[in-house]
């Protein structure tokens, strides 16, 4: 189906006003691929006819569904596998000494895409479990994806989705076999676990200061002052001695003068005020 430059402006200032992300003109051939079947599922002929429904607002369902349907929600387990050794060997040896009198951890899993990233954290706590003995342990996974909470809350995945990243070991430990469906993460896992629906843009989810966010390859398509505003809000949700981890072709310098990168780690950052450095945004 041909997309009209009236349609793509359309389509991509609705999806750049739900998420922030921009869809810039030379990305508007994503709109064509991803959106034909998504409109012949619906019994849609053609993108103005879309672009109309969604600008009289006359399908709100219609529109949550395109712009999950928009979203780039490539994620697997253990992505990077260097950096969760890192935060198994690092981090969290650290966090649990500076947590020694509360016995509490928070971590955020931000925008999480369909959950594996929050669960290969909940499978590092499981791993280390007499460390963590007697603590109370809150990962939360958000996502401004519906469809991908929705998934994540499941803990369903399929066959394609474990062998992503999930070594086999890890998979018998920590997942169930759901016949014909797939894998399901365990009450060990899920009881750790929580979801919601958030955009980064917005305030910090409720409930207190993060020891460690994960805010990992999404910043990619952010304008650099949306980058700017969605820094901002992640060093108001992180303890002041707390660790943000961006993807490896990411990162707060030039985007943020609230975090310091870690010498040692590149992708690792620090709040600035805590470090008593500053950084030129
Ligand atoms: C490529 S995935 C990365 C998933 C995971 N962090 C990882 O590294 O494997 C990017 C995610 O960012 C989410 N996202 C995009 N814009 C967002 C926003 N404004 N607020 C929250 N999540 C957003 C998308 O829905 C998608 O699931």
Redesign the pocket.
Known sequence: MEVSPRAALIIASLFEKA???LLSQDRFWRIGTTLSPFCRARGIDSFDRLALTLERSSDPELSLDMIDAL??????FF?DAVVFSHIADQILPQIAANRQREKRIRVW?????TG??AYSLAMLFAEQGDRWNGWKIEILG????RS?VQQARGGLYTQFEVQRGLPIRQLIAWFDPVLDQGWRAKPALTSVVTFTR????GPPPAGGRFDLI?????LLYFSPERRHQLLEGLSLALASDGALLL?AGETALGNSTRFISDPVAQTVYRAAAYTGLSNAA
Not at 71 to 76: C, F, I, R, V
Not at 142 to 145: H, K, P, Y
């Open positions: 998420t922030g992300q979203l780039n929600n490539e994620t697997s992505r899993s931000a925008a999480c895409s594996q990233e958000s996502d401004i994806s991908a958030h955009n980064l843009l994960l805010c990992r390859n999404a993807g």
